[in-house]
């Protein structure tokens, strides 16, 4: 069991459709990073959230951290064939760092 | 883009043979580490080091060895590689301390036959 489980694993919808990603977990986190990778490639950081109800927004994507801190969501909408690709979570419970096991996006044309 | 290499990029070696994976940056970052990506576990940190002569364990260090001597370089040795150790092999580097935002290298695919 991983400290941060992430539903769904797979997702492949149409372009244009809208979409929510979950990153669970039953520790408490000062903060949650978004991550998205591109095949052949390292990850890249979306975004932090920091504060318990904090929703943050990226152009087309909105991020929010759980009231309790212990999970967060990603939301997508009109998803696009470029945001394609492997959304990740990620956070430090105590002096560790923990990455979710991933949502695989692919957005149809 | 963050200044980090690793290399070598792509390997393939037999079970039982000694592999170093060499990461290098030109950030003069002080945190760095080392994580195995495989399908369905996201990345796991295998080790990870906060300063020039300074590491501690990840997740799954078991198998691995670290060693930082300078700075800008961290070394991953696996003593003697198992099938199971064949994934991708991630380097990041991070300024703020363990929770701070990570930048990644581009990646090391090491496949033991």
């Known amino acids: 069991t991983q400290l941060l489980e992430q539903s769904p694993q797979f997702l492949s919808i149409q372009e244009g459709e809208n979409l929510t990603v979950y990153c669970n977990s039953s520790?408490?986190?000062?903060?949650l990073q978004w991550y998205r990778q591109e095949p052949g490639e390292g990850p890249v950081l979306l975004v932090t959230v920091v504060t318990g109800g904090e929703v943050k927004k990226l152009k087309r994507l909105t991020f929010q951290f759980g009231d309790a801190r212990k999970d967060s969501s990603l939301h997508i909408t009109a998803a696009q064939p470029g945001d394609t690709g492997l959304y990740l979570c990620?956070?430090?419970?105590?002096?560790?760092?923990?990455f979710g096991t991933g949502t695989s996006l692919t957005v149809i044309p | 883009d963050a200044g980090i290499t690793q290399s070598p990029r792509h390997k393939v070696t037999e079970t039982g043979t000694p592999v170093t994976l060499r990461c290098h940056q030109t950030?003069?970052?002080?945190?760095m580490y080392w994580y195995r990506q495989d399908p369905g576990h996201g990345l796991r940190l295998i080790h990870y080091s906060y300063g020039v002569k300074d590491t501690d364990k990840g997740e799954v260090s078991d198998g691995y060895s670290v060693s930082r001597s300078k700075t800008e370089d961290f070394l991953l040795t696996l003593e003697s590689a198992t099938s199971s150790q064949t994934s991708v092999y991630f380097c990041?580097?991070?300024?703020?301390?363990?929770?701070?935002?990570?930048?990644f290298g581009p990646g090391t695919r090491l496949t033991v036959l």
């Open positions: 990620a956070g430090a419970p105590g002096n560790q760092f923990y």
């Open positions: 990041a580097i991070s300024e703020g301390g363990v929770g701070g935002t990570q930048y």
């Open positions: 520790s408490v986190f000062s903060s």
């Open positions: 950030e003069n970052h002080r945190y």
